[in-house]
């Protein structure tokens, strides 16, 4: 069993609770809450810059020209609100806030509890309806840090947003992703295998290959899925499309962010995929 440091200090009742409740078998390791820098340097430097010119503005009005006042107005008016929200982000933040730093995700052997604001929740990796995995990247220097965001569906109708604000994505991003894809893989199998097609976005999987739009990519021209990332305007997206043994493009591309259980169905292609070349086709 994988315990982190913060983790190893012991796990609160409302999180044992939860846990038990849901049977999610033994704790593996846990998230604690991350402080929002990208959103504070952004917010910190617009008060910093928009202040200086405000000040600089009344300065001039109070020994100049008194027209000057009204510039002075507008650019107070802008840095109030610029600190306000620096204010409001670094009072909330772990870096500060005691109890900021109690919210943290922990992850079980059958799914993960959320402690935040709204409340402690236990969620199952089996009980996941759709996940959507954002992979975009923002590659301007001030958004340095990738902000990779998970959108998850539950089958009871719970919904969540859980984003590089409220957790280190980079590590519990990828793993939720794929104990999700695992969790889902044998039903989805199960179902294809008695012959039922299965939909995931604009990609449906069906017994003769991937149909997309009316176009249909026989499985012999299949070898795999690539996750691809194209850049413009300082950000990236991620698409998905398929590709032969030679690893060159076949059929269309999507947009992974847009595509519902996009993980599962990388899984449930290379499945497939594998099992037609273990009877040679």
């Known amino acids: 069993?994988?315990?982190?440091?913060?983790?190893?200090?012991?796990?609160?009742?409302?999180?044992?609770?939860?846990?038990?409740?849901?049977?999610?078998?033994?704790?593996?390791?846990?998230?604690?809450?991350?402080?929002?820098?990208?959103?504070?340097?952004?917010?910190?430097?617009?008060?910093?810059?928009?202040?200086?010119?405000?000040?600089?503005?009344?300065?001039?009005?109070?020994?100049?020209?008194?027209?000057?006042?009204?510039?002075?107005?507008?650019?107070?008016?802008?840095?109030?609100?610029?600190?306000?929200?620096?204010?409001?982000?670094?009072?909330?933040?772990?870096?500060?806030?005691?109890?900021?730093?109690?919210?943290?995700?922990?992850?079980?052997?059958?799914?993960?509890?959320?402690?935040?604001?709204?409340?402690?929740?236990?969620?199952?990796?089996?009980?996941?309806?759709?996940?959507?995995?954002?992979?975009?990247?923002?590659?301007?220097?001030?958004?340095?840090?990738?902000?990779?965001?998970?959108?998850?569906?539950?089958?009871?109708?719970r919904r969540m947003d859980i984003w590089h604000v409220h957790v280190d994505m980079a590590r519990f991003g990828p793993l939720v992703s794929a104990r999700v894809a695992q969790a889902q893989l044998p039903k989805a199998m199960a179902y294809f295998d008695k012959g039922n097609p299965i939909t995931f976005g604009d990609l449906t999987v069906t017994d003769e290959g991937v149909a997309y739009g009316g176009f249909l990519t026989p499985w012999s021209d299949i070898g795999g899925v690539e996750i691809d990332h194209v850049g413009g305007n300082h950000v990236e997206e991620s698409h998905l499309s398929l590709v032969d043994r030679q690893c060159r493009p076949r059929g269309t591309r999507v947009n992974f962010g847009l595509m519902a259980n996009a993980y599962t169905f990388v899984l449930m292609v290379e499945t497939i995929v594998a099992k037609l070349r273990s009877v040679g086709q």
């Open 1 to 157: 069993m994988t315990l982190l440091v913060e983790s190893a200090l012991g796990l609160g009742p409302d999180v044992t609770l939860a846990a038990s409740m849901r049977n999610l078998g033994e704790h593996r390791e846990s998230y604690p809450a991350v402080t929002s820098k990208p959103l504070l340097v952004s917010l910190g430097m617009f008060t910093v810059l928009f202040g200086v010119l405000a000040g600089a503005a009344t300065w001039g009005a109070i020994i100049g020209d008194p027209v000057v006042w009204v510039a002075a107005n507008i650019l107070w008016t802008i840095t109030a609100p610029c600190l306000l929200g620096f204010l409001w982000v670094l009072l909330r933040s772990p870096a500060v806030s005691r109890r900021a730093r109690q919210f943290r995700v922990h992850v079980f052997e059958h799914g993960w509890v959320w402690a935040r604001r709204s409340g402690t929740e236990a969620y199952r990796w089996d009980e996941v309806q759709a996940l959507f995995a954002n992979l975009a990247a923002f590659t301007a220097e001030i958004s340095s840090r990738t902000p990779y965001g998970i959108r998850i569906t539950m089958v009871d109708g």
